[in-house]
């Protein structure tokens, strides 16, 4: 993927909780400084992603998780899922986790939504 994101979309589900869509963010709603934080919080959700992919268990239909949907300014997509737990202490990616990075882009501007 190319270093700037246009668009990322992060719904967090399982459990009880059904689908809660978390960020439905485009960059050409952004300042300059915001979408320097979202390319920086796409590559965080990358790297976490590589990192549990190969290790990581199936996810249960109980288990919370979220998922990642991102196009790139020159339209490649990805998408993947990753466990809520991901990043927690312990893991290869400690004081990265998840939700502390999901967090960094729901406070973005919400025009950019």
């Known amino acids: ?13 399982g459990g009880f ?18 979408a320097r934080t979202m ?3 796409c590559r ?5 992603t590589e990192a549990h992919s190969p290790r990581a268990p199936g996810l249960g239909a109980d288990m919370a998780y979220y998922r990642v ?6 339209g490649e997509k ?15 990616l400690e004081n990265n986790n ?3 990075i999901v967090d ?3 406070n973005l501007p919400r025009s950019a939504r």
């Open 104 to 106: 960094r882009l729901t």
């Open 39 to 41: 390319d920086e919080v």
């Open 17 to 34: 909780a059904g689908a809660i869509p978390r960020v439905d963010l485009t960059r050409s709603g952004l300042d300059e400084a915001d």
């Open 98 to 100: 998840i939700g502390a």
């Open 44 to 48: 965080q959700l990358l790297a976490l």
């Open 1 to 13: 993927m190319s270093d700037q994101c246009a668009r990322v979309r992060v719904t967090y589900g």
């Open 78 to 92: 990805r998408s993947f899922t990753i466990p809520d737990n991901a990043g927690r202490e312990g893991d290869a």
């Open 69 to 74: 949907e991102m196009e790139g300014a020159n």
